[in-house]
């Protein structure tokens, strides 16, 4: 029995089993932050896509109920730049929101615009109603990191980045919208065409 040596870890093989087990351990969290790190990121571009898509729906109704009588001066669809030299889209629809008290705003003159804030990019909308006293809607900030906001409009034949019914006579045949978003310093562009049936 007194012969027997008792058998144990050694010094040096307790200190590299730490080292393994925490090689180990620190390799399962760089894997578990790349994981939560991409499905943030996903999760980030998903919600860019919902605000695009829900944008692109609202001005695709908004636009197909737009309402435009040559003989009147307020009824329009123009485009092109504001003061700022950013883009802006202003149109008359039926598509009015409803106001206070849930009566309709019949026909509404509705502005999408981009603009400098603050040093901050944004896409904001106003609406007035024209058949009404009310006054001009607190205007919405649209699009959170947006980078650009551009309209194209189709008639005649050709393509062109300004319109004005009341010039022409005429609504334009399709609007083209493109949107740029900045997540992470990198940009993701969205578009869409709207056709406006007899522009």
């Known amino acids: 029995m007194s012969g027997q040596r008792q058998k144990g870890f050694t010094l040096v093989e307790i200190l590299v089993a730490i080292a393994i087990g925490s090689i180990l351990l620190t390799t399962i969290y760089g894997v578990f932050g790349a994981v939560s790190g991409a499905r943030d990121n996903l999760e980030a571009i998903g919600e860019e896509y919902h605000q695009a898509r829900v944008l692109f729906d609202r001005l695709a109704s908004e636009i197909r109920s737009g309402y ?14 504001n003061s700022q030299g950013y883009p802006f889209l202003e149109f008359s629809t039926t598509l009015a929101t409803p106001l206070f008290g849930g009566r309709s705003g019949g026909i509404s003159l509705v502005r999408y615009e981009q603009e400098e804030v603050e040093r901050e990019v944004r896409l904001s909308r106003s609406e007035w109603f024209l058949l009404s006293s009310q006054q001009e809607l607190e205007p919405q900030h649209l699009i959170s990191g947006l980078k650009t906001f551009q309209v ?43 056709a406006l049936v007899g522009g």
């Open 152 to 194: 194209r409009y189709y008639g005649d034949g050709s393509w062109s980045e300004q319109w004005d019914s009341r010039q022409q006579g005429k609504l334009p045949e399709m609007i083209e919208l493109t949107l740029e978003v900045e997540l992470d310093q990198r940009v993701h562009s969205f578009q869409s065409t709207i």
């Open 68 to 81: 435009f009588n040559p003989g009147s001066s307020q009824t329009r669809l123009v485009g092109g730049e």
